[in-house]
């Protein structure tokens, strides 16, 4: 989300004054929910220990805290409801920027929040949305170093420990393992200390792991696969061992001669072959062999670097003095290698070797501060293409940072990042996904001496960006910033630290700092009460906040409050054109389900969803109906018990809501809900002694068809649920019977194995479509236009792999004559084949249902396909043409959770070139829904 503005110690929004969570501050400025406060100080004091702020872990006495009430109340509802939908404030922000036209070639920065050290940042290292650091704390210990690791995703500090007398040299995750936290830890007296993390529903827990000891100061490590790290100690000393109990130690230079110093900054390169810098020197450290020199600059003093060995790429950070012999500051260059791999035949054994090329050089002639943060390489993978770029501090301005492409122009926009002189690092966090059409997103921690902030990334990715060399762009931060104002002059808030930054009374009411200041000035005789409440107060009854968030201290260029984009407001800007006329996603409903969603189904703005429910639930079956009209919702309990084998929406009628339930065990259960949802009308079961329900259909408003397992297709009424045979089926036709869906009065279409069936009431049924090459995944019927689109797959080998194709097929089902024996004439459905559209295997990997859309506009079809992509995480929404083109993506976490996408309802037109539908993704235990609005194509 936008704001860091939850609760610290639970990761839950603040609600309003007066309620279970309210929002509390201590006496020395940090804030805390009113019920985290009481469980903490009940339990301490009920032991009759001391309390600690949560933050600072300053004493505090009873009665150190207070309520804050000048909060506006937007920003409490702006957080519940994104948290309620799970929006991301920052997409949202993005999104509405790319609408107006705002964000095409510019890239955007958009700080979600910002988390305090409790010291000054000494070493850190950052892998699966933690970051571990040792800060620096003059007064604990000796030493004075703390161990901290926080959760990027919440700010929350998961483990806070002073580390006693020893000192702390070097830190390295474990990036090889996901299930635990796992690292090591070096020590200036020759210890390596493994650590294992856990996060249980219980708290966090650390559990120490094996321990080496070496003679002399370690001065560097970093694992090289699951279970395997490499360390330096003293001079000329590489070691690799296991993290397993009684793990051998290899002395990785064993037999060689090297003799050059001590080994800093060891990266892997690849398996087995490490790379480390000695004497500003890069090596290249293979077992047992002669190291030899990657890369090595006698102008330059390679201060650090950065290798991908996927990328085959290498980022120096370089050094040199000056070369006014006056000054003493040091200029900065960067330097990007390419890593080139050589081979060797020797005695039959085949060895490789490694050398650079120089790809790109950035130098600075002007520094105006020293730099030594770590590059780091970024990669975007577009379809069959990859582009390299790398963020980087520019030296020659303090508050300007500059993004390094390939490309071959150059242009600038400047702006600001705040104190980059105490910048040092940057890491990314989460792979470039994509965002919007062209626009990628990823998520970045910046690190700094006091702090780190989370930022999102948006970098817009034209056509022309790809196939280009070496371009290199300045860019800048732009903060999203909240209206929020001292209630004394009516003045935004500014940045701790300052003349307005921001102040609470014990009284809990919010002041700027320099209207504090005046207030108590303009008091006569000591006589000084609240502005707000006029309680009586000393002049020391006000002191400051720290962790509000930085995004809601100062208002918008235009003064506004960032809010959440609403469907109305979207439609309003769509038809007053302030927006482009751009497809895009809206979310506007999340629905947790308690349970395991094996069926669902669509119709008339209804999600029907049928459930396996949890053991803790008095009922184990249920189906739960859900209205995007209200986003009111309907649980109804199912009589039979027996696994769930179809579901369906009555999509014949409109005044009620209905749908139908089968079971394995042949039980049939017809449910009728008001449209409000507020009450079950009425509820039919009875049970078909045939078999298994397949699959199920309404083919008028009291009639209901569905498929038996070896016997065939019965019709029933409604109302009494009396079946009878529906069609005519050869005897190898009586088998699995799937998707039947309503054609026409009387007629369904319905697939039995690799063919899609007509199924015609009292007639034989015949096959409508069928290929020997491609295999039917599944089928949508447009029942005004009479088309047919076929979603199937074709195993294909190439050079001896087998390659999964898919295919979309569309046909147009015609009314034709066939005659029998020349004495009888009965109506038959043919389909024709109009085109084939081959689609991208990396979009299209699945079998789940993918939700279709048939829209006629001024008499002309379009076609569009919703489909989940689990390997980028993203809904992908496609435009069927003579080809697939993607239109626009949604992001999404856990794409392979997702069962399917749902169309549930018509579209509606904007205007005379827009429409709008709804559009429900299905995950295994909740539902999505969003709106898709789009222009009509030409």
């Known amino acids: 989300f936008l704001m860091s503005f939850l609760c610290r110690m639970c990761s839950k929004p603040y609600t309003e004054p007066g309620t279970d969570h309210a929002l509390y501050s201590t006496t020395c400025g940090h804030l805390i929910g009113r019920s985290c406060l009481m469980e903490i100080s009940n339990s301490i004091y009920d032991r009759g220990s001391q309390l600690n702020c949560h933050e600072c872990f300053r004493i505090l006495k009873r009665n150190d805290w207070h309520p804050i009430y000048n909060v506006p109340d937007e920003i409490f509802n702006l957080t519940l409801n994104s948290i309620k939908l799970e929006r991301d404030l920052n997409d949202e922000y993005a999104k509405k920027q790319y609408l107006m036209g705002n964000l095409q070639q510019d890239p955007l920065f958009l700080k979600k929040w910002s988390s305090f050290f409790k010291g000054t940042l000494q070493k850190y290292d950052i892998f699966n949305n933690y970051i571990i650091v040792l800060v620096g704390v003059p007064h604990f210990s000796k030493s004075g170093q703390l161990l901290e690791i926080i959760d990027t995703r919440t700010g929350k500090f998961c483990h806070s420990r002073p580390l006693g007398s020893r000192v702390c040299t070097t830190i390295g995750i474990n990036k090889y393992k996901d299930s635990v936290l796992e690292f090591g830890i070096g020590y200036a007296d020759g210890t390596v200390q493994i650590f294992v993390g856990t996060d249980r529903k219980l708290g966090f827990s650390i559990r120490s792991g094996e321990c080496f000891q070496e003679k002399d100061k370690i001065h560097s490590l970093c694992y090289i696969d699951k279970t395997k790290i490499a360390y330096s100690f003293g001079k000329n000393n590489l070691i690799v061992v296991g993290t397993a109990k009684n793990s051998r130690k290899y002395e990785w230079l064993e037999g060689s001669y090297f003799t050059k110093g001590i080994i800093t900054n060891i990266q892997l390169l690849t398996d087995n072959i490490l790379l480390g810098l000695v004497n500003q020197t890069i090596y290249v450290f293979m077992k047992n062999q002669e190291p030899y020199i990657l890369f090595e600059n006698k102008e330059d003093t390679i201060v650090n670097y950065t290798v991908d060995f996927s990328e085959k ?95 071959e122009e150059r242009f600038t926009k400047q702006g600001f990042l705040q104190n980059l002189v105490d910048f040092t690092g940057l890491v990314c966090i989460k792979k470039p996904r994509l965002f919007l059409p062209n626009i990628y997103k990823m998520k970045l921690i910046f690190l ?39 209630f004394a002059c009516f003045e935004p808030f500014t940045n701790r630290g300052t003349a307005h930054s921001l102040y609470t009374t014990k009284c809990g009411h919010l002041i700027g700092l320099s209207c504090w200041e005046n207030w108590k000035l303009s008091t006569i005789n000591n006589n000084l009460r609240c502005f707000n409440c006029l309680r009586g107060m000393a002049r020391g009854d006000c002191h400051p906040i720290y962790n509000i968030p930085d995004e809601i201290l100062c208002p918008n260029h235009d003064g506004s409050l960032k809010t959440l984009l609403d469907n109305d407001s979207v439609e309003e800007q769509y038809l007053s054109k302030k927006f482009k006329q751009l497809p895009i996603f809206l979310k506007t409903l999340i629905n947790n389900v308690d349970g395991t969603i094996e069926l669902f189904d669509g119709y008339n703005g209804y999600i029907l969803v049928a459930s396996l429910n949890l053991p803790k639930r008095k009922i184990s079956k249920y189906v739960r109906v859900l209205s995007c009209h209200n986003e009111g919702e309907c649980d109804v309990e199912l009589y039979e018990q027996s696994p769930l084998t179809a579901a369906a929406f009555n999509k014949c009628r409109k005044d009620v809501v209905e749908f139908g339930i089968g079971f394995k065990s042949g039980y049939v259960q017809i449910i009728t809900c008001s449209l409000d949802l507020s009450q079950v009308i009425s509820s039919v079961a009875c049970s078909c002694n045939y078999g298994k329900i397949q699959s199920m259909s309404f083919t008028e408003k009291d009639k209901i068809v569905y498929s038996v397992e070896e016997y065939g297709i019965v019709v029933a009424e409604t109302s009494i649920l009396k079946s009878t045979s529906w069609v005519n089926l050869k005897d190898s036709e009586r088998c699995n019977i799937t998707d039947l869906q309503r054609f026409a009065d009387n007629v369904l279409l319905g697939r039995i194995d690799n063919s899609i069936y007509v199924f015609e009431k009292s007639e034989n049924s015949y096959v409508i479509y069928h290929d020997v090459d491609k295999t039917i995944i599944n089928f949508t019927i447009d029942v005004p236009t009479n088309m047919l689109l076929i979603f199937c797959s074709e195993d294909e080998t190439i050079d001896g792999s087998t390659i999964t194709s898919y295919f979309y097929v569309l046909c147009k089902i015609k009314e034709g004559t066939s005659k029998k024996n020349k004495i009888s004439a009965k109506n038959k459905y043919q389909a024709s084949v109009i085109k084939i559209i081959k689609a991208n295997s990396k979009y299209l990997g699945t079998s789940i249902r993918n939700g279709v859309l048939f829209f006629k506009g001024d008499e002309r079809l379009s076609m569009y396909s919703f489909v989940p992509n689990a390997r980028k995480n993203v809904l992908e929404a496609f435009y069927i043409n003579n080809r697939l083109d993607c239109i626009s993506v949604e992001g999404f976490e856990n794409l392979n959770d997702c069962r399917g996408v749902l169309c549930i309802n018509e579209p509606t037109m904007l205007s005379s070139g827009f429409f709008k539908v709804n559009i429900a993704l299905i995950f295994s235990s909740k539902v999505v829904v969003l709106n898709f609005y789009c222009p009509v194509k030409d």
């Open 448 to 486: 700094f001496k006091d702090r780190f902030d989370v930022v999102d990334f948006y970098l817009p990715t034209p056509y022309t960006i790809l196939n280009m060399f070496c371009h290199f762009v300045d860019f800048f931060f732009i903060f999203v910033q909240m209206s929020f104002v001292c």
């Open 313 to 407: 790429m290498l980022i120096l950070l370089c050094h040199k003095g000056a070369t006014n012999r006056r000054s003493k500051k040091l200029l900065t260059s960067y330097i990007v290698l390419q890593i080139n791999e050589k081979s060797l035949k020797n005695n039959n054994i085949i060895e490789k070797s490694y050398h650079t090329s120089t790809l790109k050089v950035v130098r600075y002639d002007k520094d105006t501060f020293s730099v030594d943060s770590k590059p780091e390489l970024l990669f975007l993978d577009k379809e069959n293409e990859s582009s390299l770029f790398s963020l980087l501090p520019n030296p020659e301005n303090k508050s300007l940072l500059e993004c390094h492409f390939f490309h």
